[in-house]
Nanobody, 128 residues
Framework: QVQLAESGGDSVQSGGSLKLSCVVSGLPFGDYCLGWFRQVPGVERERVAAIDRDGRTRYVDSVQGRFTISQDSGKNMLYLQMSDLKPEDTAMYYC??????????????????????WGQGTQVDVSS
């Protein structure tokens, strides 16, 4: 069974940096894609970044150049390095695994699809 657990969320000032981590266990057979979503109360969950098994990445425009997604396959870890944080980055950040998805599919499949597995989330607060 796929399980994900995030850590690293914190309160920081604008311009600061944080690194989120996610332990991934129970990896499925076949193709999958890992990534991060974020959500602010009352707003639709938003894709932030994704990485496929070959290391290809994709970012939402608002974080391009500031965030870096990476994975350590040997340790079953997923990371999100966040730099130059802005107040609009404040959100609950969720680690996700999209089973049987490639990168384009992870980026376009609605987040409510059953193929997504989720962590419990880690809160990031950025003050101005």
């Amino acid at each position: 069974q796929v399980q994900l657990a995030e850590s690293g969320g914190d309160s920081v000032q604008s311009g600061g940096s944080l690194k989120l981590s996610c332990v991934v266990s129970g990896l499925p057979f076949g193709d999958y894609c890992l990534g991060w979503f974020r959500q602010v109360p009352g707003v639709e969950r938003e894709r932030v970044a994704a990485i496929d098994r070959d290391g290809r990445t994709r970012y939402v425009d608002s974080v391009q150049g500031r965030f870096t997604i990476s994975q350590d396959s040997g340790k079953n870890m997923l990371y999100l390095q966040m730099s130059d944080l802005k107040p609009e980055d404040t959100a609950m950040y969720y680690c996700t695994l999209g089973a049987r998805m490639d990168l384009p599919e992870w980026w376009t499949t609605h987040w409510t699809a059953k193929a997504y597995y989720w962590g419990q989330g880690t809160q990031v607060d950025v003050s101005s």
